[in-house]
């Protein structure tokens, strides 16, 4: 079972207590459901407009996916769970090609970091960094697979 979020729309200014978002869930390829949280709170909110019921991706969920730990608690994986996850690294991948346009942005020693460009070439603040630290991987001039890279970096130190 493939899920992903299509449309995301997420306001950080109206997230208080839940990332206050709404979006599209599908399934295999087809509109399952219509999620909405109002960020202040509650619980996700699922319309069903495809075939898929909640209770049947909860299942396929609870028996593929690893539980989760949140500090003792061990939770099943439910839908609200991959929403979660799924909008987390949606919004962090818009944060961090928002930062690609202003910054020079690296993976160095499992950490990633940012040198602004202050109207610099990217070219000039690179060698500056491959001077100082030749093992730096540049995310900025590097392929989809170093992008997926530092995505994983950022979400793992969260």
Not at 44 to 56: A, L, N, P, S
Not at 67 to 77: E, K, N, S, Y
Not at 92 to 113: F, P, S, Y
Not at 120 to 126: E, F, N
Request: aromatic residues 6%; proline residues 3%.
């Amino acid at each position: 079972m493939q899920i992903e979020l299509r449309r995301i729309s997420y306001s950080a200014a109206l997230s208080q207590e839940t990332a206050a978002f709404t979006a599209e869930v599908w399934i295999d390829g087809e509109l399952a459901f219509h999620a909405r949280n109002q960020g202040s709170g509650g619980a996700d909110f699922y319309h069903q407009v495809g075939r898929w019921t909640e209770t049947d991706v909860d299942a396929w969920l609870t028996a593929n996916r690893p539980p989760r730990c949140l500090g003792d608690i061990a939770c099943d994986h439910d839908l609200e769970i991959e929403v979660s996850d799924l909008l987390l690294r949606a919004v962090e991948g818009r944060r961090l090609k928002r930062l690609l346009r202003t910054n020079l942005v690296t993976i160095e020693r499992d950490q990633i970091l940012q040198y602004p460009l202050r109207k610099r070439p990217l070219a000039i603040v690179a060698r500056a960094v491959r001077a100082t630290n030749p093992d730096a991987v540049i995310v900025n001039d590097a392929g989809d697979d170093v992008f997926a890279r530092a995505l994983a970096v950022l979400l793992a130190s969260r």
